[in-house]
């Protein structure tokens, strides 16, 4: 009998190793090394691996040396961070959501991670010279270098002629773990492309361009410090763009832009940008028609400068040739900065239409905002962008906001406000707002003589009908 349960025992220890698994990538010193942090890490009572702490450009304003690192598991991993630029008097990981409380002995910070997630880990409260991990579980999909509809980028660095890789309709690029792409991936009047892998694409003019094409996929790559956008996207349609990283630390400098697009996934991105972080716009350049069904989910979004989230600032003004921006989704999102001084540009949640356009059927659930640097939690406007548009927006309808959380002091005071009686604001709706763990409703504060606006510290300007504040428990009549 006790043969029998030792055996047992054997089995279930070997069964348990077996479903843990660590892969760690090959390093490439085309990229620069952070030295500001040491980072090892290991499956729960295993060897420890060391990784590569990448250089990632943060911040245009002031551009910062921050560090990344990216590996896949799955089981449980354990780290062991060792900070070299100074004494560790507090550390934490963000997003906050996540609940992570490392411990620290002496320069040294550890913790575990039970699932992927992207996270920071920022020392002494410097959310610059931070360290970005970045965890996927391990690659199901390997394609075969050999096959001809695989354009295969091995470890290593790759250049490619006039740095743009233009990919034809029905193929798959690949960058395998390790593998450095210093180009730009161009895909015009295609199809069925899908771009993947482990691979990072390093300072290229434009991370991908996808335009007049569909049923494209952008998946799990790293992107540092492109010129301009990570992902910029216009006239195309069934685009999805799923747990990519994104750094960006120039002006223009957009993490991804939709222009005219039309049924659009993003999904499990983290998003590090001196721009604008997502923008959805109607009309711009070369790109016409309207934007709609959007989705965006299971983000964290950063903008060093700029709007985390923006909708609505360019489109059509010629007439009879209005666009519409509707049915967009935004859900399960932390926002972690927001960092813009020009009041006409801020607001972590911002809907802006100039140029025409109808804003219309937009929802945001489940956004938890940090506190930030500075700017607004959200800003409502229809109004005349006169340096971007050639005309004041058509209006804004039916925005529905729902267990939204911001928790900070830094916010302005946020606007909602339209131009006219016939360019209006209509039908906003916050179900379960809260401000620093104060739900702002009727069933929660005793308002007096003041508006709930005041306690949210909203502005209501002119030209708003059927703005509403209610509880998360409150039943509909």
Same mark, same amino acid.
């Given at each position: 009998m006790k043969k029998t349960f030792i055996i047992f025992l054997l089995s279930c220890m070997s069964f348990s190793l077996n479903a843990q698994e660590l892969i760690t990538f090959p390093a490439?010193?085309?990229?620069?090394?952070?030295?500001?942090?040491? %980072?090892?890490? +290991?499956?729960?009572?295993?060897?420890?691996? *060391?990784?590569?702490?990448?250089?990632?450009l943060v911040d245009m304003h002031n551009v910062t040396k921050s560090s990344m690192v990216n590996f896949d598991f799955k089981g449980t991993v354990e780290f062991s961070v060792t900070y070299n630029r100074g004494k560790v008097q507090s550390a934490r990981i963000r997003p906050l959501s996540y609940g992570?409380?490392?411990?620290?002995?002496?320069?040294?910070?550890?913790? =575990?991670?039970?699932?992927?997630?992207?996270?920071?880990?920022? %020392?002494?409260?410097?959310?610059?010279?931070?360290?970005?991990?970045?965890?996927?579980?391990?690659?199901?999909?390997?394609?075969?270098?050999?096959?001809?509809?695989?354009?295969?980028?091995?470890?290593?660095?790759? $250049?490619? $002629?006039?740095?743009?890789?233009?990919?034809?309709?029905?193929?798959?690029?690949?960058?395998?773990p390790g593998a450095v792409l210093k180009a730009s991936i161009h895909c015009e009047?295609?199809?069925?492309?899908? @771009?993947?892998? +482990?691979? @990072? @694409?390093? $300072?290229?003019?434009?991370?991908?361009?996808?335009?007049?094409?569909?049923?494209?996929? @952008?998946?799990?790559?790293?992107?540092?410090?492109?010129?301009?956008?990570?992902?910029?996207?216009?006239?195309?349609?069934?685009l999805t763009i799923k747990n990519i990283r994104s750094f960006s630390a120039k002006g223009w400098g957009d993490g991804i832009d939709l222009f005219s697009n039309?049924?659009?996934?993003?999904?499990?991105?983290?998003? +590090?940008? =001196?721009?604008?972080c997502i923008a959805i716009y109607g009309h711009r350049w070369k790109f016409y028609g309207d934007c709609k069904n959007i989705v965006v989910k299971n983000a964290a979004l950063w903008a060093d400068v700029a709007h985390p989230i923006l909708i609505g600032t360019h489109g059509n003004p010629e007439p009879g040739k209005s666009e519409t921006l509707e049915n967009i989704k935004f859900e399960n999102i932390d926002i972690l900065n927001h960092d813009e001084s020009q009041i006409n540009y801020q607001g972590c949640m911002s809907i802006n239409v100039s140029d025409e356009n109808l804003a219309r059927n937009i929802y945001f659930?489940?956004? +938890?905002?940090e506190d930030f640097e500075q700017g607004q939690l959200l800003n409502l406007r229809v109004t005349y962008n006169k340096k971007y548009a050639k005309a004041p927006g058509r209006g804004i309808e039916n925005v529905f906001f729902k267990n939204i959380t911001y928790t900070g002091k830094n916010a302005n005071i946020s606007i909602i406000e339209g131009y006219s009686p016939e360019r209006s604001i209509k039908n906003i709706v916050f179900e379960g707002l809260k401000i620093n763990g104060t739900e702002i409703s009727d069933q929660s504060i005793k308002k007096g003589y003041k508006?709930?606006?005041?306690?949210?510290?909203?502005?209501?300007?002119?030209?708003?009908?059927?703005? %509403?504040?209610? =509880?998360?428990? *409150?039943t509909s009549k």
């Open positions: 490439s010193d085309s990229i620069p090394h952070n030295n500001d942090f040491s %980072v090892k890490v +290991r499956i729960a009572g295993g060897q420890w691996q *060391e990784l590569y702490e990448y250089e990632a992570f409380e490392p411990k620290i002995k002496g320069n040294t910070i550890t913790f =575990s991670l039970s699932k992927p997630a992207n996270l920071s880990l920022e %020392v002494n409260g410097d959310i610059f010279h931070n360290l970005q991990i970045f965890t996927n579980s391990p690659e199901t999909f390997k394609p075969d270098s050999k096959d001809p509809n695989v354009i295969y980028f091995a470890a290593g660095l790759h $250049k490619v $002629k006039d740095n743009v890789l233009n990919v034809p309709s029905g193929k798959t690029v690949y960058l395998a009047n295609v199809k069925d492309i899908r @771009i993947c892998g +482990r691979g @990072i @694409i390093y $300072k290229a003019n434009d991370g991908v361009g996808v335009n007049f094409s569909d049923n494209i996929i @952008i998946e799990d790559l790293v992107f540092l410090n492109p010129d301009h956008y990570t992902v910029s996207s216009g006239q195309s349609t069934n039309n049924n659009v996934v993003i999904d499990g991105v983290f998003m +590090r940008n =001196s721009d604008d659930e489940n956004i +938890r905002v508006q709930l606006s005041d306690f949210a510290r909203f502005y209501e300007g002119l030209y708003i009908e059927g703005l %509403v504040y209610k =509880s998360l428990n *409150e």
